[in-house]
């Protein structure tokens, strides 16, 4: 049974620094894409990164240069260290998953929900100004 359990969130001040886990349970996570989406109320859900099985990652704009993606094969764990944080980046944050899909898409439309089928239950991140 394919599961993502998500921690690591929290409230913190503008410039700050958090780091989200996703420890992984029920299959090979260096076989697939891993991911992390985010969504804020009354917003749609957003790619921000994404890692493949080559270990190419891909960020959305608005994080490229703050935020790093990152595995831990051994610990079956992924990571994303979110560095200058800023009140917009306040959201729920998702770990996901492409297992059973043949793909995850590249570049920029890696970053779709499309290509994901299993998801954590959510960390929320808030920044305050």
């Known amino acids: 049974q394919v599961q993502l359990v998500e921690s690591g969130g929290g409230s913190v001040q503008a410039g700050g620094s958090l780091r989200l886990s996703c420890v992984v349970s029920?299959?090979?996570?260096?076989?697939?894409?891993m991911g992390w989406f985010r969504q804020a109320p009354g917003k749609e859900r957003e790619g921000v990164a994404v890692?493949?099985?080559?270990?190419?990652?891909v960020y959305a704009d608005s994080v490229k240069g703050r935020f790093t993606i990152s595995q831990d094969n051994a610990r079956n764990t992924l990571y994303l260290q979110m560095d200058s944080l800023k009140p917009e980046d306040t959201a729920m944050y998702y770990c996901?998953?492409?297992?059973?899909?043949?793909?995850?898409?590249?570049?920029?439309?890696?970053?779709?929900?499309?290509?994901?089928?299993?998801w954590g239950q959510g960390t929320q991140v808030t920044v305050s100004s």
């Open positions: 890692i493949d099985s080559s270990g190419t990652t």
């Open positions: 996901t998953t492409n297992v059973g899909r043949y793909s995850c898409g590249s570049g920029s439309s890696s970053l779709q929900r499309v290509w994901y089928s299993y």
């Open positions: 029920g299959w090979n996570m260096r076989a697939y894409c």
